[in-house]
C-alpha cells in the first residue's frame, strides 16, 4: 500500500506490486518485491526504499533483519524516434 500510494501522488504509471515474504535458513525475513510499470531507474530504487519503510514492514519484523530482493522489475521501455 505505501509502494503505491507513493507512486501515485508523484504521477508515476506503477501498474502492479506484489511482494512475497518467507524465512531464509538463519531466520531472516526474505521479501521478493516485483514492480512492473512504465518507470524511471531512480523511480523504481525509490520505490524499493519506501517499500523498506512500510509501516507494515515494521510492525512484522521488530529486530529481525530483512533481505529485500527486487524479483523481477519492469524496466521502461522506449519508442525509437522516427529519422
Same mark, same amino acid.
Given at each position: 500500500m505505501a509502494v503505491r500510494a507513493y507512486a501515485g501522488r508523484h504521477g508515476w504509471r506503477l501498474d502492479h506490486v $506484489? $511482494?512475497?515474504?518467507?524465512?531464509g535458513p538463519r531466520g531472516e525475513i526474505v521479501k521478493n518485491i516485483r514492480i512492473t510499470g512504465d518507470l524511471e531507474p531512480d523511480q523504481i530504487q525509490r520505490l524499493l526504499a519506501v517499500a523498506g519503510r512500510c509501516p507494515v514492514q515494521r510492525l512484522i519484523t521488530g529486530d529481525v533483519p530483512v533481505v529485500t530482493v527486487p524479483t523481477v522489475v519492469t524496466p521502461r521501455t522506449?519508442?525509437?524516434l522516427p529519422n
Open positions: $506484489v $511482494v512475497d515474504l518467507r524465512f522506449r519508442t525509437p
